[in-house]
């Protein structure tokens, strides 16, 4: 999912701000800090207190989201590239798609160890929790991802990628009806969310794929209760 780079360069803009840089962006300073721009659409402009301590806080926070971003990319790289070469036969190439896949698993995890320190160090961070809740569905926690989703959305209702993430993990579980809903909330909201709306029916047309029976029986179906 590219978005990740768009928040990768809005997150460099954000650390060049706190280093001293001063641009249109940016909010109100405190001291040397500057509050920084708003990293993901649909994310409120995050307000800082005035005491140093909170601001420092929040500032590690965006160091640790930034690193899980660049972590999560990488995985996913490795992931794609294992998925290319599964069906190959070669011993080598199987086995090379096995470390693939383990480094992967390291890197997910290492993200996720991050944004959990993110969330405790900022727990306002909407961002920070959506991306939580997507490092605990890739490692296999999905009631730990649901919380996170949770958590994300009690601070922003509307975060888009949270609603695709949450959706994902619905297909993981089956819950096909409610990834509808959720495909059908992103509809809603027309341009702005072109990206995940675009993503997430990808995501459902592969599990339809995977799950013709499954899928055929879906229409006219309510979603299931959460």
Not at 3 to 22: D, Q, T, W, Y
Not at 57 to 83: C, N, P, Q, S, T
Not at 96 to 117: F, G, M, P
Not at 180 to 204: D, F, H, V
Request: charged share 25%; with cysteine.
């Amino acid at each position: 999912m590219s978005v990740h780079r768009v928040e990768v360069a809005a997150f460099v803009l954000a650390l060049a701000l706190l280093a001293g840089a001063r641009g249109v962006l940016a909010q109100e300073p405190y001291g040397k800090y500057v509050v920084p721009p708003t990293p993901v659409t649909g994310e409120p402009p995050w307000k800082y207190k005035s005491d140093p301590k909170t601001d420092a806080a929040k500032i590690r926070a965006v160091h640790l989201y930034v690193g899980a971003i660049e972590l999560i990319d990488h995985a996913r790289a490795d992931l794609e590239f294992a998925e290319a070469a599964k069906a190959t036969a070669d011993p080598k190439a199987q086995k090379a798609t096995q470390r693939k896949i383990d480094e992967a698993t390291r890197k997910l995890a290492t993200a996720r160890e991050s944004l959990r320190q993110a969330t405790q160090l900022d727990a306002s961070c909407a961002d920070c929790w959506s991306l939580l809740g997507y490092t605990y569905c890739r490692t296999g926690d999905r009631e730990g991802a649901y919380q996170a989703y949770g958590k994300c959305l009690a601070i922003n209702p509307d975060h888009f990628a949270a609603h695709e993430y949450q959706a994902e993990s619905y297909l993981k579980d089956g819950r096909i009806r409610d990834a509808l809903a959720e495909l059908e909330w992103l509809k809603a909201r027309g341009n702005m969310t072109t990206l995940e709306t675009r993503n997430l029916t990808t995501a459902i047309e592969r599990w339809s794929e995977e799950n013709p029976e499954a899928a055929k029986n879906t229409a006219g179906a309510p979603p299931q209760k959460k």
